[in-house]
């Protein structure tokens, strides 16, 4: 296991570790946690955020949103918002459901406002319940999804462990380090967006949050752009903040995970809700039985 003392040099870095067993993962994270509550309580501290987690089912995979996977370069934010804007008619006719949205002028004066801010993307990020929606649903997105539970993250991890046979991997990340954020020029910039909004039912089921990395070009265009430069650009400040930590885990762990994810009532059906996650829960509680 990796010492604390090792840990705590290292705090300002995209931090990877590699573990052997579901336990140590389980203790590097009640340590990190107690770490960024002893940082709060300093006497200088503003702001620690609470951490978020990710689970991704091959450790060898970025930290990308499917957007970049989908497009593999940087996209604007006014082409984006074309782009879901042409599809909102057909989504609303097969299902019913209505969203409010800005036209691209007024898109493209929220830009401009905000860009005065420093800190384009917040909390009111124009038809953010529209895009949530769309990325639970499969469209590409810029939001990366995380959770507020590293269990629920643990299962997106682990969900496909037997067929994979590879290294699962487990991120957590602090976007707020107790001194604030700091952001400058035009080096990318990563946002935790709220999590109060009217979206797919999933997004509550999974307690989703999403972060978005933006970065404006000398033109003053802006860009969604690659978390994995937000998160540098965001360590070069030396402040705790943006922080990543990375733990590598066997797949073969995830007979631990299960009774775990069992005992806290996560499964794919608490998590989809479908009939599809419903037999897939069965399926898991039933052959478990045989193993």
Known sequence: M????????????????????????????????KEREELARQPESTHVSELLYRGQSDATWPLSTTLERESGEETELLDYHGIISRI???IESATGKEWAIPSRSEFSSWIKEMSRTGFLLKDNLPAYEYM????????????????ESYLIASFFAFRRAKQNENKVAIFAYGEYGARGKMHSGNSPLISTLHPYIRTHNRHYLQQSRYT?????????QYFFTKHEEGISAGNSYGQNQDVIWKFVIPSNEWKKVNDDLKSSNINPYSLFASEESLMETLAIQEFSRCM
């Open 2 to 33: 990796v010492s604390p003392l090792k840990r705590r040099e290292q705090v300002v870095n995209v931090n990877e570790f590699v573990l052997e067993s579901w336990e140590e993962l389980k203790e590097e994270l009640r340590m990190i946690k």
């Open 88 to 90: 909102k008619p057909r």
């Open 132 to 147: 949530a929606y769309l990325r639970h649903n499969g469209f590409p997105s810029p939001l990366l999804d995380w959770t």
């Open 212 to 220: 978005i990395c933006t970065r404006e070009n000398d033109d003053g």
